[in-house]
């Protein structure tokens, strides 16, 4: 990686966002990291900055639930930051039952999916003006597992569920994140914007915390090693690092073999891709001045 790449992360202060970060900042990356409270912050600084004190680390504070602080946050970053070379969309949610934010929508596809169309669409500009920029998203083979897709009204639904019934809405975001990377591949065709998709496996990390028997299944998971966020995050940063993928733009990347997968439908079907796009757009209009 050249001195002085910028890489704008979410989710950066937990999990495999955590290690995808400490693993960048010893590559020389200058790190642009959001997050939602101070003092996760200033710990995740630390620790970064304790395996390469020379990192360069800026902070930018919202809710990545609420589009408005989202929106906060894009034009804050694209001000102070004219060149992005890096976007990776980290942050996830799974919720097990609804929450309806301020603006009204459901929170887990706010934070899943909408926060990194709307983040990634208000930082056009600085992508555009990078010699080459790359956009990952992190999705999950969850995504398999989305019952029935339903556009435009699964963007806006806001019904109750339960945490059975949680699973098949988180998955339905994970759906959407690869189908949004491949239309995006398609409205960057023609320029140096790369954009893929990672599925970074199972992983024991927070992303769970809201079960009650998450911290004991945390504890005994870790005893027996099984969903280490290393490999999680190793697949990150393959495609922010290996030359390999530099040229690779619309797919979807496993974790451990780096190879890609085909998406479960309609996944790949661009029809559906295009709709989506024009839908959430549409959807977000109020917040793309």
Not at 107 to 115: D, H, I, K
Not at 167 to 188: C, D
Not at 232 to 248: F, M, Q, S, T, V
């Amino acid at each position: 990686m050249q001195k002085e790449t910028i890489v704008v992360m979410t989710g950066a202060t937990s999990g495999i966002g955590k290690i995808a970060a400490i693993q960048l900042a010893k590559s020389g990356a200058k790190l642009v990291l959001t997050a939602r409270n101070k003092e996760r912050a200033l710990a995740t600084e630390k620790l970064i900055k304790e395996t390469n004190p020379q990192t360069d680390i800026d902070f930018y504070y919202g809710d990545l639930s609420l589009m408005s602080e989202v929106r906060k946050i894009a034009l804050e970053i694209r001000n102070n930051y004219p060149k992005i070379d890096i976007l990776i969309h980290n942050a996830g949610l799974h919720a097990f039952q609804q929450r309806i934010t301020t603006e009204g929508f459901s929170e887990m596809m706010a934070v899943n999916y909408l926060s990194p169309w709307l983040l990634t669409y208000l930082l056009e500009d600085s992508l555009l003006n990078a010699e080459y920029a790359k956009i990952i998203s992190v999705a999950s083979e969850a995504s398999r597992n989305h019952g029935t897709l339903s556009l435009p009204f699964d963007l806006t639904d806001t019904s109750l569920f339960t945490a059975r019934g949680s699973s098949k809405i988180y998955g339905k975001t994970k759906l959407l994140n690869i189908m949004f990377t491949n239309e995006l591949a398609r409205y960057y065709d023609g320029t140096k914007v790369t954009t893929n998709a990672v599925n970074p496996g199972f992983n024991n990390t927070g992303l769970g915390r809201e079960l009650r028997i998450s911290n004991v299944l945390g504890k005994l998971l870790k005893v027996l090693n099984i969903g280490n966020p290393k490999r999680g995050a190793d697949i990150i940063i393959r495609l922010c690092l290996d030359p390999n993928y530099d040229d690779i733009t619309g797919e979807y990347f496993n974790v451990g073999t780096g190879k890609k997968i085909e998406p479960v439908y309609p996944g790949n079907d661009a029809s559906m891709q295009k709709m989506l796009w024009a839908e959430t757009k549409k959807i977000l209009s109020a917040f793309l001045k």
